[in-house]
């Protein structure tokens, strides 16, 4: 069984030898395996570390404690807490990019969603590689962050 929460690392070979860049950090919560692995393969391309967590409390101790994110992506799937942690976030780190995932039929969640924060917003069914290029984009450092 899994631990609720963990840092996922690249498996990248070389990237440990790379110090010059960035990785990007990236926060995911779900309880989907799909995803989970999804999201893994798209960090072990570009080299990041993701924060996985399957509880929205915990996520957003994540959010207020872990200054270095790049992006949250939140399954909305995983409880009835997505909107308010996206609104939270929102409030509390209007500097971090938010991708939601909602089921295909929510239409008017993704508009909430949007409304609400989110960066960009995928159904579970959204082409994998749709979702990869948004967490590329999105993860990339933006200029007017400051890294010493």
Not at 72 to 83: C, K, N, S, T
Request: hydrophobic share 45%.
């Amino acid at each position: 069984m899994r631990r609720n929460s963990q840092l996922l690392r690249s498996k990248c070979p070389f990237v440990d030898n790379i110090t010059s860049m960035k990785r990007p950090v990236i926060l995911l919560l779900t309880n989907d395996n799909g995803l989970e692995d999804l999201v893994a393969r798209v960090l072990s391309e570009i080299a990041g570390l993701s924060h996985l967590t399957r509880d929205a409390g915990e996520a957003l101790e994540i959010i207020c404690g872990v200054h270095n994110l790049d992006l949250a992506v939140i399954d909305f799937e995983h409880g009835p807490h997505g909107m308010t942690l996206l609104s939270t976030i929102s409030t509390l780190r209007q500097d971090l990019p938010v991708i939601a995932i909602i089921r295909d039929d929510e239409q008017q969640i993704e508009e909430l969603a949007y409304a609400n924060g989110a960066a960009a917003c995928f159904s579970k069914r959204a082409v994998a590689t749709q979702l990869a290029n948004a967490i590329r984009d999105l993860s990339k450092p933006r200029p007017e962050q400051v890294f010493v």
